[in-house]
């Protein structure tokens, strides 16, 4: 009786005279003379195809065999022996050979051939059948995973916060608004006929309510999708992307810090040692020094320094940049490229900002003039993650408020949090995507997400 | 040098003998005769307290920790002691007491005593700082890491899903809009001016993109938020709730039956070994007998049995119900509880319904008259998984698309799966809270999320 296995399976040499069914979709078929054909066989268990060798003893290797091609989906009963071929360990030599589909060539959209990613991302459907997507989609999952370990292993508690908000998490960006009421109706309406009585929106971070739960558990994590109506349309933003944010009570910007780059550190090693086939693709035809790249990032120790240190070396470094570089305005890309890639030539994490450039949650500090922020800067990207201790004190944070004109009954419950048995607390974010054009090496982030959202895209 | 661990730890014999710094809230004071106080310290670890000996050799004793009340947060420092007391291992005579912030016991809502679930749903972000609803916090997190798992282990790649769609898991529920149109204007407008050139909403399933995946890689699953807009008011609805779907290539009806018993069984046990203290909770207040439920759930083994034979049984039943009992029409709650608790005594997989009641991408039986449907049926609740083989015959598809009136156009990448490469295919949702009120007993779905969003209820 044949086992069912997946690819990966087959492809180890444990698998060797073993009798197995094999399932997937025929990626290419090349006849030999004398009667036999090789086809290679995958089923994303894997990125590499195992190879079948089905010769004309097959009941349907003139009918159906010998007309197979890409796309096709079959059962495979056979041996595996161990192949000849120097590029894989093992080979399966067919007894049986079932079609589930055909893929027709004149109409099927995925040659043998390479495409641009520009047309595959018009048959998002499609896409996952390729090697690139395949890779990405395993990555994607590993990542998500390690990120789910960490956090647990931790002592992390993974909290849902909630999509659909009523509250807005200070300016971080446009909102979509969410409504059952018809957009396009010219009935006059009111915001009490909409289904929550009030205007809501898609949410842009889970901090606030996360903030709450921290003030109430300890640590806790939460890991969902949120949303920019922004329209962007460049290889960095999406309308819908997945966001990770930690949140811990009693944790000072140190500890912060110290999480963040156990954070990185954990699942960049996470994904090189569980997806190093996916990864020596992306090294190979994506980004040449890819894993060696990574790997000096999880050896490295992050350089700590505050913002007021970064002006002065920026300032003293001799550079021209295109944007000025002056104590008070926003680092631009440039300036933390050439802190990680030319001064320091590892990861920084730059803390201690002007007030001024910083939304009102974050810890003001004695100086008056700066906050307890922190980004973490890798090379080639710059900012990876975003966070910060939170000011805890009710009338900091309410003077605060004040300042920047916010409604401070908006925020009535998050104030109760000061109000009530505060505590030190801090948190960051990171965006899934930015991450994963990081270790991946794709250059647009429509790539690294299944179903991309960008303006006038919401096909599928 | 104090080490800074957790109330959980403190709580273990192992750390007796140690000098260590403790931070949390206070849940009770009380003052002995003697110059001495006993504090309740929780930091949501665990559900258990650790009890703090305070004694007036502290400096702030009379300035400070005599005026601790429920709900301040507090460092302590001091030694691991072994408990006389019989309901607690240790205790910790504390040499120092900070006091991080206050909770004036005029105001703060969360006295000693019980409140209502009605009350605390209005203070959604202090909630979880009582038993109840730290209890479900950490079961939940508990449960949906082991969600992850499970798949993990099993070779599902986990994959995200989008949230905002511009497809509709035929009227699986009523749906709300996404827009960047003000739907209170007046001006007229058309759709193309909204931000994704059409009309938008927010996802009630994940399953026909998951589909699209499982057909190129396999085996995955998602796991996110799904919504929908229905006017409901009761104790098993929400507006917003997390759903996890798997959906796996060449996997038969059996396959997936398999799967959903295998995956129910494992979540429930890692509840229960994971959070014990937690569930013994549950048990003693909520619903005495869960436990013992839980784990004959776990130890049996699932009837399967046919839509149809299950019409006979209840038919036969001599049991007078409310709704009538005849093929063709849908089971009710009491007829599904007749089965998992009279009559079974356990779980139940009931499959192939007639295709009348299910949806249009369900596979269609030889008869011609049911459908590949599988429903999970647990004692008490009822339906707690839906599933189905898929249609993957093109033809097929279409014609059962036509004769429920759907516009084959707006399917086309959906057709496409069926079009090349189509293989068989199978998979289920589980809704995240529905298994939460079934392993907690929390009656009301509003206290197993943290911020539950139902008509009219979006505050926080």
């Known amino acids: 009786m044949a086992e069912k296995i997946s690819v990966a399976q087959a492809r180890r040499p444990e698998a060797i005279g073993k009798e197995v069914l094999l399932q997937g979709w025929v990626r290419t078929r090349r006849d030999s003379k004398g009667g036999f054909s090789f086809l290679e066989l995958n089923d994303g268990s894997c990125l590499g195809n195992i190879q079948i060798i089905a010769d004309n003893r097959l009941l349907n290797y003139e009918s159906e065999v010998k007309r197979l091609t890409t796309g096709c989906s079959i059962a495979v009963e056979g041996v595996v022996q161990a192949s000849p071929g120097r590029e894989q360990a093992t080979e399966v030599l067919a007894s049986r050979i079932f079609v589930y589909g055909w893929a027709d060539p004149e109409k099927y959209p995925l040659q043998k051939k390479r495409h641009s990613y520009e047309f595959l991302r018009t048959i998002a459907h499609l896409r996952p059948r390729t090697n690139s997507f395949g890779a990405v989609a395993r990555v994607r999952s590993a990542m998500s995973f390690s990120i789910h370990r960490f956090f647990q292993e931790e002592g992390f508690l993974y909290i849902h916060t909630p999509i659909i908000t009523a509250s807005d998490c200070e300016g971080a960006g446009a909102m979509f608004r969410v409504t059952t009421l018809d957009p396009l109706s010219k009935e006059p309406r009111n915001p009490s006929q909409d289904f929550f009585g009030k205007p809501t929106y898609l949410t842009v971070s889970g901090q606030l309510e996360a903030e709450a739960y921290a003030c109430a558990l300890g640590k806790v994590y939460t890991f969902g999708p949120t949303f920019r109506a922004e329209n962007s349309n460049t290889t960095r933003h999406l309308a819908e992307f997945w966001m990770v944010e930690p949140e811990a009570a009693f944790f000072e910007l140190s500890d912060n810090m110290d999480l963040a780059e156990r954070f990185l550190k954990r699942i960049f090693r996470d994904v090189l040692e569980q997806c190093a086939e996916d990864m020596e693709f992306f090294d190979r035809w994506v980004e040449p020094g890819l894993i060696q790249r990574l790997q000096e990032i999880i050896d490295s120790e992050f350089v700590r320094l505050t913002y007021t240190e970064a002006i002065d070396i920026l300032q003293k470094s001799g550079e021209t940049f295109e944007f000025p570089v002056e104590w008070g305005r926003d680092l631009q890309a440039e300036h933390e490229r050439y802190l990680t890639e030319k001064h320091f030539r590892r990861p920084v994490i730059l803390i201690d900002y002007p007030r001024q450039i910083k939304p009102f949650y974050m810890r003001v500090n004695d100086d008056g003039k700066t906050v307890r922020a922190m ?86």
């Open 375 to 460: 980004d973490v800067l890798l090379p080639r990207v710059g900012e990876i993650i975003g966070g910060s201790q939170r000011e805890e004190r009710l009338d900091v944070l309410e003077q605060r408020m004040e300042e920047l004109g916010l409604n401070k009954e908006n925020y009535w419950w998050y104030l109760d949090l000061r109000r009530f048995g505060t505590v030190p607390h801090s948190g960051f974010g990171l965006g899934l995507e930015r991450a994963l054009q990081f270790v991946t090496g794709m250059g647009n982030i429509r790539d690294v997400i299944p179903f991309p959202r960008f303006p006038g895209n919401a096909e599928f």
